[in-house]
């Protein structure tokens, strides 16, 4: 089957997902014959639920050895996108488009889609999601952004809302990407940590710690004491990377090979900012069908 998607073109079906034809080409090529390394750790988000921020954090914190005391990262002069490459476009297209010695690899493919090369083996995975009415919202003005450097006329807000509310987007139906990655992680809680963007915001120190930990290089006492976490928090802190040339006024490749702004992955980073798009009704629509979609899953998003 397909259907009319949010950014015009025809989504497939596929495997129980939305896809429009360059992400489902990306997919299947990956299934066929992507093979990760033993020490990829996987950075897996439905777009726009904080992947700019987590590629930017997950980079920060394997590379702090080698830049200590230095303001020498990558993230000053590249964006996060292109410090981490991703599965199902970058390495789709050509395997060896990436720095082996970074063993982060990123990819929007829902869990029960990913190669089973990457099931079977002992690779990481790090999920991260957001709260549905914030995530529509981030997306649609992506999307509009993306459709007006094309000069193409982006579809009303209400009529993606009512796509989005269907399952329709790339990646989509939302809540069963969350879903998958959810009910991973309590089946190998050793291999998937599930996070959340919210609480990401809310403490971001923890999380920063934990995320260490979890990638297997933990901040030792003598790191934590020099403020090692705080400086990455403020290194990958939406004010300071969307205020970074590159992320202002560069430009990235994305699928097709269309330079698009690097600066339409920073909109506005915070919570909540659905209510100042959306209506009361609209809102309380998605969460009524975020709540009866994962009901009985023990996952509750914060709202
Ligand atoms: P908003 O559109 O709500 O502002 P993704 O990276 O998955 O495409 O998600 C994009 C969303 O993350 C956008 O949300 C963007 O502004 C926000 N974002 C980008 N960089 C961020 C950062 N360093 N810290 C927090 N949020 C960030």
């Known amino acids: ?71 020498t990262s990558s993230l000053l002069s590249k964006m996060p996108h292109d410090c981490v490459p991703f599965m199902e476009y970058d390495l789709a297209q050509n395997p060896s488009n990436r720095d082996l010695a970074i063993p982060l690899v990123s990819t929007h493919v829902p869990y029960t889609c990913l190669p089973k090369s990457i099931i079977s083996s002992c690779c990481k995975i790090i999920y991260i999601c957001r709260d549905a009415k914030d995530v529509f919202v981030s997306l649609w003005y992506f999307l509009a952004r993306l459709q007006m450097s094309e000069n193409v006329e982006p579809l009303l807000l209400e009529e993606a809302f009512e796509l989005f509310c269907n399952g329709i987007a790339n990646f989509g139906p939302y809540w069963n990407h969350v879903l998958g990655y959810w009910r991973a992680s309590l089946e190998f809680p050793e291999k998937i940590l599930f996070l959340t963007y919210e609480e990401m915001k809310k403490d971001t120190a923890a999380h920063v710690k934990k995320l260490a930990e979890f990638m297997g290089c933990s901040f030792t006492l003598e790191e934590e004491e020099e403020g090692e976490v705080q400086k990455i928090i403020g290194m990958c ?30 909109r506005k980073g915070e919570i909540g900012d659905w209510a100042n798009h959306l209506t009361p009704e609209m809102g309380a629509r998605l969460d009524d069908i975020m709540e009866r979609k994962l009901k009985g899953s023990g996952l509750k998003l914060p709202r």
């Not at 090529?29 to 954090?57: C, M, Y």
């Open 1 to 71: 089957p397909k259907v009319k998607g949010l950014n015009g073109c025809d989504y497939y079906l596929y495997q129980c997902f939305w896809y429009d034809p360059s992400f489902l080409e990306g997919i299947m090529s990956v299934q066929e014959r992507f093979n990760p390394q033993s020490t990829d750790i996987f950075l897996a988000s439905f777009p726009k639920t904080g992947t700019t921020w987590l590629k930017a954090l997950t980079f920060a914190i394997c590379t702090r050895s080698r830049l200590s005391g230095s303001t």
């Open 237 to 266: 802190s939406f004010e300071k990377l969307s205020n970074l040339e590159v992320n202002k006024n560069g430009k990235c490749l994305l699928d097709i090979s269309i330079p698009i702004p690097n600066s339409i992955y920073f």
